[in-house]
């Protein structure tokens, strides 16, 4: 197994750009979440999905798009990019279900937005 | 909505010597879990304890072991024999009790310890 895999690891966007943040897993887990690390703040929630076809927001969605069309990958989109979403993100993933299940964490994006 | 507080943003700990990391929550839930963290400069994140607030009985795992204390909303980390492999950003973070459908971290700020050889 892979585990949770981002892509990519490194990226630099000018003001207003668009790009999609990759995050796949191959585990089956049925629970996908983006969050976004700033220094002094830790990690914040930023979209979350339960399943194929399901999303909703977390705590800082705005200026993020988020789809989940297969259980493997949980895409986050930025339509035009702002320095303000400069910033480390990682993606989680997890198995359903009413007992507790370890989240899996990717090794996270860095992106710069000059 | 819980709020997780850690009150110390930088910590160092003699290598062998014991070092303890502070971390106070707050919610309206009765019942959720609690972590522990660590990102080493790889970035990675890596759980390290774990802890079920119905548990009176504190997590240990091997050199780490918490002090939990559910009224007080306090959950302590407690690093003994500190390594230099230690050193690494610790994030607290909690989960409210799972439902089916939720899975939200919420996290701290951070303590970030150095072990000092």
């Known amino acids: 197994n892979a585990g949770v895999t981002q892509t990519p690891k490194f990226q630099v966007l000018k003001t207003g750009q668009s790009m999609t943040l990759q995050c796949a897993q191959d585990m089956n887990h049925e629970y996908m979440s983006w969050y976004r690390q700033d220094p002094g703040m830790g990690l914040r929630l930023i979209h979350y999905s339960v399943g194929a076809g399901i999303t909703d927001q977390g705590e800082v969605p705005n200026g993020y798009n988020v789809s989940r069309s297969t259980t493997e990958d949980f895409p986050l989109r930025l339509l035009s990019a702002a320095p303000s979403q400069t910033s480390v993100y990682f993606c989680a993933s997890t198995r359903g279900g009413y007992s507790y299940n370890e989240q899996f964490f990717g090794p996270g994006t860095r992106l710069t937005v000059l | 909505a819980q709020t997780v507080t850690q009150s110390q943003p930088e910590m160092s700990v003699q290598e062998a010597e014991t070092v303890t990391l502070s971390c106070t929550y707050d919610t309206s839930e009765s019942n959720y879990y609690l972590f522990w963290y660590k990102q080493p400069p790889s970035r990675q994140m890596i759980l390290v304890i774990r802890q079920e607030a119905y548990k009176q009985q504190n997590a240990t795992e091997n050199r780490f072991s918490v002090n939990f204390q559910k009224a007080a909303k306090s959950f302590s980390l407690k690093i003994s024999d500190s390594q230099l492999g230690d050193t690494a950003m610790y994030f607290c973070?909690?989960?409210?009790?799972?439902?089916?459908?939720?899975?939200?971290?919420?996290f701290g700020s951070g303590t970030q310890l150095t072990v000092l050889p």
């Open positions: 973070a909690f989960m409210k009790h799972v439902n089916g459908a939720a899975r939200q971290l919420t």
